[in-house]
């Protein structure tokens, strides 16, 4: 069983910047594919950004590419998401995600984190 706990999320104005963490803990680190979905109020879970166990492989969702950057320390059982230049769409609920399987962008992950809240003012 896998336990993933978010923070860093926040307040911030537009163009601001917010560096969320994700811990993992029950299971080697090293062998999970990671993820990070969001969810904004009255839609549906949306796919954002996922690394590879490997960690040489990043799928981002379009809309955030160049502006957001996944990573992860092993060492640490860390995941991060360092988003600059938010914009007010990007206010969500984001959620870590992880499975020991190659989910990609879909939202079919095993585990999941309780949600950190990101809200973007204009």
């Known amino acids: 069983q896998v336990q993933l706990v978010e923070s860093g999320g926040g307040l911030v104005q537009a163009g601001g910047s917010l560096n969320l963490s994700c811990v993992a803990s029950?299971?080697?680190?090293?062998?999970?594919?990671m993820g990070w979905f969001r969810q904004a109020p009255g839609k549906e879970r949306e796919f954002v950004a996922t690394?590879?166990?490997?960690?040489?492989?990043?799928y981002y969702k379009p809309a955030v590419l160049g502006r957001f950057t996944i990573s992860r320390d092993d060492a640490r059982s860390t995941m991060y998401l360092q988003m600059n230049s938010l914009k007010p769409e990007d206010t969500a609920v984001y959620y870590c995600?992880?499975?020991?399987?190659?989910?990609?962008?879909?939202?079919?992950?095993?585990?999941w984190g309780q949600g950190t809240q990101v809200t973007v003012s204009s």
């Open positions: 995600a992880a499975d020991p399987i190659t989910r990609a962008t879909s939202p079919s992950y095993n585990y």
């Open positions: 029950g299971h080697t680190f090293g062998s999970l594919t």
């Open positions: 690394v590879s166990a490997s960690g040489y492989s990043t």
